[in-house]
């Protein structure tokens, strides 16, 4: 084989091996906060945004979704509620995708506001879907399981069925065209809240992405957590796995708690240092004055 026949199939070995061009999508906003403004409601919607190589933030103004590209097609972090699904899929769209490049979606927590728009979303993109250890039956029936602290509240939000078509263990993954989403047990918010990290590059810069699920431990208005000695422990447990994750690029499934629309348009740095330390230990401030709360009150 000649030099120049060698160089040639050298050439489109690496052009077929390569990750799809940013360039080959339409410019995301950068001006996420300002045009979300004080809105901050789980269907209020917002544009898409570049997040850091092959994601993009395609959620509403109060919730999170996340849409990464891979070779083999896409995949997207949680749903939101279900009357924000419509402008899921017209987010999936502004950037140039269609939504039928959905493969899997993946769950953080079992609750309406994240997950109550998977169903609808499997039915627009035939995706599969996949979540942690424990939150398949509540998905699958739509319905929160009885031990939920939120339980009470939740209930007068039922959510359509969906599909489960993995169950993951603590640290399985999900491979999609050379990349690699891992699932951590994080049973803080819920029992079954799992946080999700990814690598990403861009340009000769490769970070991991931890979606690290929800921090807060609040519940409806007549659960004690106290009364739960075991939900207190895997709460702890939810937050020591969150302080230890892999964590260049910090997101959460509400952007607020991690200033993450301000981080998207340039207004703090995107990249923290130790932002998953800092993240979990707001989240053991919050329980322990959560449970001196309830001390208090006996």
């Not at 945004?49 to 999170?64: F, N, P, R």
């Not at 990349?179 to 047990?185: D, L, S």
């Amino acid at each position: 084989m000649s030099g120049k026949c060698f160089l040639t199939l050298a050439t489109l070995f690496l052009a077929a091996a390569a990750p799809p061009s940013e360039a080959a999508s339409p410019a995301a906003t950068t001006t996420i906060a300002a045009a979300c403004g004080t809105r901050d409601g789980w269907s209020d919607p917002a544009p898409p945004a570049h997040i850091h190589g092959h994601t993009w933030y395609v959620g509403t103004c109060g919730i999170t979704v996340v849409l990464v590209e891979t070779r083999a097609g896409l995949a997207l972090f949680d749903a939101g509620p279900e009357d924000a699904a419509p402008h899921i899929l017209a987010n999936i769209r502004a950037l140039g995708f269609d939504p039928r490049q959905v493969k899997w979606i993946f769950s953080t927590h079992e609750h309406f506001d994240h997950a109550g728009g998977i169903a609808s979303l499997q039915k627009a993109t035939g995706a599969r879907l996949a979540v942690g250890p424990f939150a398949a039956r509540a998905l699958r029936t739509g319905q929160t399981e009885a031990d939920d602290p939120q339980a009470t509240l939740l209930k007068a939000h039922p959510m359509q069925p969906a599909r489960v078509d993995r169950v993951l263990p603590d640290g399985g993954s999900v491979v999609l065209g050379g990349t690699r989403f891992t699932a951590r047990a994080t049973p803080t918010h819920s029992s079954g809240s799992t946080s999700w990290t990814w690598r990403s590059c861009e340009d000769s810069q490769c970070l991991t992405i931890a979606y690290a699920d929800s921090i807060s431990t609040v519940s409806s208005d007549d659960y004690r957590f106290s009364d739960h000695p075991q939900r207190v422990e895997a709460a702890r447990a939810g937050l020591r796995t969150i302080e230890a994750l892999p964590c260049d690029v910090l997101l959460t499934p509400h952007p607020g708690p991690s200033s993450l629309l301000e981080r998207l348009s340039g207004k703090e740095p995107l990249i923290t240092p130790r932002a998953c330390v800092a993240y979990a230990l707001k989240g053991s401030n919050g329980l322990a004055a959560r449970l001196a709360k309830e001390a208090a009150s006996k």
